[in-house]
């Protein structure tokens, strides 16, 4: 998988929005000023996600440059964590949740129960 060839070591999601137009530099910036982060940290994937929740843009420090990442779901959309504008570290697990279109943050199974027969 990516985290392999890429070595990443540590995934943090960009809560909130951002715009996807954004190219590297735009983003770095993002990740400087608005998430007090260094964009220059190796082996760390930033995850953003723009309005419409339908793709994501990934953004890595491979050493010699930048790598920058772009998924669109086909079908559905994410469960964008939006209610606070800080980043949120994930775990392995977490990062699967979000690939499976999931909040990783507060994944939920909706309960279901049986259907009324009249």
Known sequence: ?????????????ACGTVDLRKGIDGLAMIIG???????????????FCG???????????????????YKRFEDGRLSWPRTTQ????????????????????EPRIRNVGPHRIS
């Open 86 to 105: 800080e980043a949120a570290e994930l775990t392995e697990e977490q990062f699967h949740y979000l690939m499976l279109g999931l909040n990783p943050l």
């Open 33 to 47: 000023d608005r998430y007090r982060q260094n964009p220059f940290e190796k082996g760390t994937l930033f995850l």
């Open 51 to 69: 309005q419409r929740s339908d793709r994501i843009k990934g953004f890595l420090w491979v050493g010699t440059g930048f790598l920058l990442l």
């Open 1 to 13: 998988m990516l985290e392999d060839v890429a070595g990443i070591r540590k995934v943090v999601l």
